[in-house]
């Protein structure tokens, strides 16, 4: 595999990639399982508080459910606010950097990528990767659970988007 792509990230991309992470994220069976963990932990709590305080169950079963609706709904509501949020923090990010803003040639063979800038060089090999993910904004190459390398799409072939997922692939990195 050696191939060469250039491209200028834009922020549409960067936030685009950052909204796509935290969908992900947030919506995965991990996230999904501590939810309800959290869940099942704290509404036998709520009636145990409130039988101990001497109300009736009927009383400590419609207090539950109230706190229990009011969870859900917090549970809802706030991860919809952070993915309105989001969209302006990731702009208001994307212009401190100054770094990736600039043209990029990233360029790859069989030990990994070298990525070139007006900053600087950076070499990380394929094993450096912790994951990846093909989305329609790019491939979003992880280093760990939350940081990645964004290739756009508008930047990559056919060809290169099949030989970096191949090679991906090939070198056993997760796809997420």
Request: aromatic share 10%; net charge positive.
């Given at each position: 595999?050696?191939?060469?792509?250039?491209?200028?990230?834009?922020?549409?991309d960067?936030v685009?990639?950052?909204?796509?992470?935290?969908?992900?994220e947030?919506t995965?069976?991990?996230?999904?399982?501590?939810s309800?963990?959290?869940?099942?932990?704290?509404?036998?709590?709520?009636?145990?508080?409130?039988?101990?305080?001497?109300?009736?169950?009927?009383?400590?079963?419609?207090?539950?459910?109230?706190?229990?609706?009011?969870?859900?709904?917090l549970?809802?509501?706030?991860?919809?606010?952070?993915?309105?949020?989001?969209?302006?923090?990731?702009?208001?990010?994307?212009?401190?950097?100054?770094?990736?803003?600039?043209?990029?040639?990233?360029?790859s063979?069989?030990?990994?990528?070298?990525?070139?800038?007006?900053?600087?060089?950076?070499?990380?090999?394929?094993?450096?990767?912790?994951?990846?993910?093909?989305?329609?904004?790019?491939?979003?190459?992880?280093?760990?659970e939350?940081?990645?390398?964004?290739?756009?799409?508008?930047?990559?072939?056919?060809?290169?988007?099949?030989?970096?997922?191949?090679t991906?692939?090939?070198r056993?990195?997760?796809k997420?």
């Amino acid at each position: 595999m050696s191939s060469k792509i250039s491209f200028s990230l834009m922020e549409r991309d960067f936030v685009e990639a950052n909204r796509i992470h935290y969908l992900r994220e947030s919506t995965s069976k991990r996230a999904i399982i501590q939810s309800l963990i959290a869940l099942i932990f704290i509404i036998p709590v709520v009636f145990g508080l409130q039988i101990a305080e001497g109300n009736s169950a009927n009383h400590a079963a419609i207090f539950t459910l109230a706190i229990g609706a009011l969870g859900l709904g917090l549970g809802i509501c706030i991860p919809i606010s952070y993915y309105v949020y989001l969209g302006r923090k990731t702009r208001h990010l994307f212009r401190q950097q100054k770094f990736i803003q600039g043209m990029q040639e990233v360029t790859s063979n069989d030990r990994g990528m070298q990525v070139r800038s007006n900053f600087g060089t950076f070499a990380p090999a394929w094993d450096d990767y912790h994951s990846w993910r093909g989305e329609k904004v790019g491939i979003m190459l992880y280093f760990d659970e939350s940081n990645f390398h964004l290739i756009p799409q508008r930047a990559l072939t056919s060809e290169q988007l099949i030989d970096i997922e191949s090679t991906l692939t090939a070198r056993g990195i997760r796809k997420r």
